[in-house]
């Protein structure tokens, strides 16, 4: 793939990656300290980041969608391995948005998510350099690949927690797609996300509270999708993020 066909790709949905001007309705969440956009906006996570929804969220559809996600019980983590999911940012996870583009699954959400990017000489995927807006802590991240592990990918439902709820039976190229998805993933403040572990919403929600929603919007879109239940407290915790 050439380099401008992977830039359309990337760029399915946005307005400006920070590369170029313009200013679009990305560019103001972002500008109002939104990071990106809402997850009702975004419903295949080709779009930036994780916004906020605004305001009325009796109407926005919120609540009602994560009603519909199902519970069950946590089971055991006996088995589980990150290599269950596939290697790790692997761009060959068919059935995904973004895969088999020449680019790898971390960079491309570091070039969704950043703005004043900056890649490295003679490439257009590796990304060397970028500001991030982290939706966990609401604080812009100046990052460079030197010190890689300040910003690390979140998976929203992380892969353990899948693998405890139903993804343990699984085949494999189901459990590849989770891991990849861009629904599932978030570059976001790496001593957030490694707080966070695999924990559930009921047991870790993101420190802003003004993302908390969205947070449990984002959850439940994920376990929507990949037909994956959450636990009671979770649900009961991810309703109660959205006004119930």
């Known amino acids: ?5 992977v830039s ?27 990071g990106g956009v809402s997850p009702l906006d975004n419903p295949d996570g080709t779009k930036s980041g994780l916004g906020p929804i605004p305001k009325g969220l009796v109407d926005s559809g919120a609540y009602e969608l994560i009603e519909k996600v199902r519970t069950k019980g946590r089971g055991p983590k006996t088995g589980y391995k990150r290599d269950k999911f596939g290697y790790a940012w ?9 895969a088999r583009n020449g680019c790898d699954t971390r960079n491309d ?18 990304v060397v350099s ?15 690949k030197k010190k890689a592990a300040s910003v690390q990918i979140d998976h929203v439902v992380p892969l353990s927690y899948a693998w405890q709820l139903g993804a343990a039976r699984w085949d ?10 861009p629904l599932n993933l978030l570059p976001v403040d790496g001593p957030a996300n490694s707080a966070k572990g695999d924990a559930g919403p009921a047991s870790w929600l993101p420190p802003n509270k003004e993302i908390r929603c969205s947070y ?7 376990a929507l999708k990949y037909e ?5 407290p979770d649900k009961s915790v991810m309703l109660r993020q959205c006004g119930g």
């Not at 313009?22 to 500008?31: P, V």
Request: hydrophobic share 40%.
């Open 228 to 232: 994956l239940p959450v636990t009671g």
């Open 109 to 126: 959400l570091l070039a969704r998510d950043g703005t004043d990017i900056r890649h490295r000489s003679g490439s257009d995927c590796v």
């Open 216 to 222: 449990a919007v984002r959850f439940a879109q994920v």
């Open 172 to 181: 494999e190229a189901k459990r590849r797609r989770l891991a990849n998805d």
């Open 130 to 144: 970028m500001k991030l807006v982290d939706p966990y802590t609401g604080k812009t991240l100046d990052w460079t």
């Open 90 to 98: 692997m761009d060959s996870a068919d059935g995904v948005p973004l």
């Open 8 to 34: 359309a790709v990337l760029l399915a949905g946005c307005t400006d990656t920070g590369d170029t001007g313009g200013a679009g309705a990305e560019d103001t969440a972002r500008a109002s300290g939104g």
């Open 1 to 5: 793939m050439t380099a401008a066909a």
